[in-house]
């Protein structure tokens, strides 16, 4: 190349420049790894919700490659993947069934991508790590894995889809200087198995919380995961039995965590709203966006909605209003009336939080505001029952005063941290909101909808997330 000029020389050393980076970035691009086969998963943040998804893709034996996406949270169920292209370090796919697409960069290794996921209109970031990539080998560890873990609670049992259940947190901290990779937990009473997580399972109950959208089973060097167990017990186990904690991480086995079931019982309650039908959003189970809340106070990590319901009351297709949805006056659940559950005494109270136009809010989200207008009532020595985002002046009660169960306390209405009118009820045990752990409770009676929309009695039981109820009247 003839460079006759100084204009014209640092034009031929701009495209020498040029030609040499793209050379460099393509002898890189031949070194990714494209083969996406194998499992990939991450979290799909969505508003408040965390949603634990895993991605299978298989190669074919004419080269072309299929998958299917799983949503753990959302009973495992599998979406078809389509149009699955990968160019260099470019990934798409689209999912037509539900209208969503997923556009991503692969990072040099070729074991993660980020990207965006695109449903109906609206974008959120998604990384998806392969879960079965090649891994250097095992670390071999002096004193065994460096996993500090505990039981914060000891978990009270209460009655659930007529089986014997409880609910609590595994925490792990990793203080090691490199990864583990947590491959199982057996939940242990004795020389009896109660529970195994691993693989999908593992997936859905373990979160870290050291960046987002991580792997799910690798926990980073001074990084915290949490896995939320929920499990069925066997009608021999007891309140005060002992249970401890097996975890398998990088292929070495730790006895960890040892904690006693509380002998506390989950108290009966009466039912806080009437009639039918109700639904029990974001309640207890496995996935509940309620069950998602961590928030520090006084220096302790705490779940303080662990069992907490956002009831809703709903019509035979069940949507939750009628003609325009910005009406507050048009959801089934306004304006219902909103009963104790027990006796007590009313610990707290606020009534001054305007309403909210359904889908925003009237006021800035604070500590003092989030439940809206709401009345806590002691009911036990250590339980606390919390109604929140009642309708402004609809309150019927007195702070300090003594309630009969079945009193009518106050309005269902839209007012604090609430999209629509609902009722958000949950017992804990201080009488804070957000600095407190949730505790499970019992109604007395109510009916749960089968998937025939048949009324089956449940006498005290605790309802599960998204159930259908009748209560009386």
Known sequence: MNCSSVVSGLKCLLIVMCLAFLTRNAAVGEEIKTDLAGRWSGILLVNSLRLHLAVNFSRQADGN????LISLDQN?????????????????????SIKGTYDALLDIDGNRMEGDWTQNGSSAGLSLVRVTATQSAPASFVFGPPVEAHVQISPVIFRAGDQKRIAYELWLNNVGSGPLHIQKIEVI??????????????????????????????????????????LTLPPSIRPSAKLSHRIVADGQVLDVAP????????????????????????????????WATLIANGGVGRFPDRFAIDWVKVDEHGKTFTGDPSDNKNYYAYGQPVFAVAEGVVASLTDNVPQNKPGSHAVKITRENVCGNSISVKIGEGQFGFYCHMQPGSIRVKLGEHLHQGQVIGLVGNAGDSSEPHLHFQLSDEDSIAGSESLPYLLDSFDFYDSDSKPVPQPKEMPLRDQRVRFRE
């Open 189 to 230: 009473h004795g020389s009896e198995t109660l529970g195994v997580f691993e693989g999908g399972a593992l997936e859905q109950i373990l979160e870290q919380r050291c960046g987002r959208n991580t792997e799910t089973g690798s926990l980073g060097a001074g990084c915290l995961s949490i896995a939320r167990i929920w």
């Open 76 to 96: 495992n169920v599998k979406v078809a993947l389509a149009n699955i292209s990968v160019a260099g370090r470019t990934v798409h796919f689209s999912l037509p």
């Open 65 to 68: 490659v299929t998958g299917e």
């Open 259 to 290: 904690v006693n079931i509380s002998q506390r019982l989950a108290p009966v309650l009466g039912p806080p709203l009437r009639g039918a039908t109700w639904k029990a959003l974001n309640g207890p189970g496995t996935g509940s966006g309620h």
